[in-house]
């Protein structure tokens, strides 16, 4: 019985030397797809002066956990005022 598993130890031992002396015959996996582009040409509004945006050219800023897009940093500080002073 100990030599059946010192055989198979042996095998065993064999085996994942031939798998790590030999890459690329067996489980390797295909490259990610790559073709998977984001879209950029998203339109935003800037919740402060109201105007549709494309999302790449807009100032993102995350307020209150919520992503917003600005067409200027001007806009942008406004709104945090805004926000400042709605709080009170
Ligand atoms: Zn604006």
Same mark, same amino acid.
């Given at each position: 019985?100990?030599? !059946?598993?010192? &055989?198979?130890?042996?095998? =065993? +031992?064999?085996? #994942?030397?031939?798998?790590?002396? =030999?890459? +690329?015959? *067996? @489980? $390797?996996?295909? %490259?990610?797809?790559?073709? !998977?582009?984001? #879209?950029?040409? #998203?339109?935003?509004?800037?919740?402060? &002066?109201? $105007?549709? =945006? %494309?999302?790449?050219? +807009?100032? /993102? @800023? #995350?307020?209150?956990?919520? $992503?917003?897009?600005? &067409? *200027? $940093?001007? &806009?942008?500080?406004?709104? =945090?005022?805004?926000?400042?002073? *709605? /709080?009170?």
């Amino acid at each position: 019985m100990r030599l !059946l598993i010192l &055989c198979f130890l042996i095998y =065993l +031992g064999y085996w #994942v030397f031939k798998k790590w002396a =030999l890459p +690329g015959q *067996s @489980s $390797t996996t295909p %490259p990610e797809d790559v073709a !998977l582009t984001p #879209v950029d040409d #998203v339109m935003v509004k800037d919740p402060f &002066c109201q $105007t549709y =945006l %494309p999302k790449k050219q +807009g100032i /993102k @800023s #995350v307020i209150n956990e919520k $992503t917003h897009y600005f &067409c *200027s $940093t001007t &806009c942008r500080d406004k709104y =945090l005022e805004t926000i400042k002073d *709605s /709080k009170h």
